[in-house]
Each structure stands twice: as C-alpha cells, then as structure tokens.
C-alpha cells in the first residue's frame, strides 16, 4: 500500500476564508451600486398624481415663472391612492389679510428636484387665476374641504 504525501500548503484558517469572502462580495456590492444600479438622481420629476419619495417638512408653491404663489395646506387623495387635490394656501393674512385655500387639481402641479435634492412643487397656472380661483374650507362635522358659502 502507497503512502499519501503530506498536502503541500496548510489548510487557511476558516476566520481567514469568512474575511476574504466578505471582501469579496463586498467590493462586488460596491461595483454593482456604483456602475450597474440606476441612477437614483436621474428621476427629476413626479407627476402630480403621486407625492415624491422626500417630501419637505414645509412645502412651498411655485408657479412657471419660479414665483412662490403659496404653500400646501393639504393633499387630497381618491380611492385609487392618488392624490386628487392639492389645497393651497395663498395670500398673506399678516400683511394685507388676503389669505385663502384654494383647490387645484393634481393634474396642473408637478414635483421637480433640484440640485440640492430637494423637491419643488410646480403649479402650471398664473398668480391671478389662484388669486381669483374660489376659496375652500375645511368643514370639521363633515371632514371635507368644501367651497366657501
């Protein structure tokens, strides 16, 4: 009967075989997210029907001509889980008490992402057509907004 030779290498410790494994699927991780995953940035805008994924704590309104027209005071959804309607308010009560809420519908808003990662609500209409638009009020008995009387 032949003798077995003695391996010529000794066998790595497991902990060193865990490690090196580790490394491995890490930097392969790495590569993946960085040049294979899609570019979470290039999305740079959101229909009105959905809320992007971060909203602000305070979001403000700003028409085309990148004026600030007011605020979002609530948001409206229907029963398909999309939002219906924005209500804003505009105006200034501390200045010349002009304030009021107004409906727009999710159709003429847009949710764009700016350079700083924020995300910025655009309304297609003009300052006078919101100016002009007719007030909404939240009725508590109800729990709907509705047309002011």
């Known amino acids: 009967m032949a003798k077995l030779k003695p391996?010529?290498?000794r066998k790595p410790p497991r902990y060193l075989l865990v490690m090196l494994g580790s490394a491995v699927a890490?930097?392969?991780g790495a590569t993946v997210y960085t040049y294979v995953w899609p570019d979470k940035s290039a999305v740079a805008?959101?229909?009105g029907d959905r809320l992007p994924p971060t909203l602000p704590i305070a979001p403000y309104v700003y028409n085309v001509n990148g004026d600030k027209v007011g605020q979002i005071a609530a948001v409206l959804f229907g029963n398909d889980?999309?939002?219906d309607?924005?209500?804003l308010n505009i105006g200034d009560?501390?200045?010349d008490g002009s304030e009021k809420n107004i409906a727009v519908p999710s159709q003429k808003m847009t949710w764009i992402k700016g350079q700083d990662s924020e995300w910025t609500a655009v309304v297609s209409t003009t300052k006078a057509d919101?100016?002009?638009a007719p007030e909404q009020i939240f009725d508590p008995a109800s729990?709907?907004?509705m047309p002011a009387q």
């Open 130 to 132: 919101m100016q002009n």
């Open 143 to 145: 729990k709907k907004w």
């Open 7 to 9: 391996p010529l290498y």
């Open 26 to 28: 890490f930097f392969i």
């Open 81 to 83: 889980q999309k939002v």
């Open 85 to 87: 309607i924005y209500i």
């Open 93 to 95: 009560w501390f200045l």
């Open 45 to 47: 805008q959101v229909p």
